[in-house]
């Protein structure tokens, strides 16, 4: 599979794969950007995308930094109809301020394929062995 990249900033990083195998393309920082404990922010990748019709890029933590910093990712879907800069949302859920570098990594992103769904209302659903047990409800 083949995607477009435009680079809107000339010292945007073009997504990688860190290895053979990756599922997911690591997305760079274009400028630095603090992230304080509790608090959200943008940073923008310097990169818009076109993704094939029927394709999405769904945005996700890279775990070192989720891990050993509590950084996570909000707000991780690139639809393939949007050609705006791919802006990443993060959430500092650490307990120490984090800079992300410009040039560093901030997330991964995976291209999968999507299904579109047609809803059909109805007055009941087929009964299953689970039925509405939820939040807990399998055990430890």
């Not at 010292?11 to 195998?21: H, I, K, M, N």
């Not at 047609?118 to 007055?123: C, L, N, Q």
């Amino acid at each position: 599979m083949q995607i477009k990249i435009k680079k809107l900033h000339p010292e945007a990083t073009l997504p990688t794969y860190g290895r053979a195998g990756d599922a997911g393309m690591d997305l760079y920082a274009v400028e630095e950007a603090r992230v304080v404990p509790g608090e959200t922010a943008h940073i923008k990748t310097g990169l818009s995308f076109e993704l094939p019709e029927g394709y999405a890029g769904l945005v996700w933590d890279k775990s070192g930094l989720s891990f050993k910093h509590g950084i996570k990712v909000i707000g991780g879907v690139l639809d393939s109809n949007y050609r705006g800069e791919l802006i990443l949302g993060v959430i500092n859920l650490g307990k120490e301020a984090y800079t992300f570098e410009k040039g560093h990594k901030v997330s991964q992103m995976l291209i999968q394929k999507i299904e579109r769904a047609e809803f059909i209302e109805a007055d009941e659903l087929s009964d299953t062995v689970r039925g509405e047990q939820g939040f807990g409800s399998s055990g430890k």
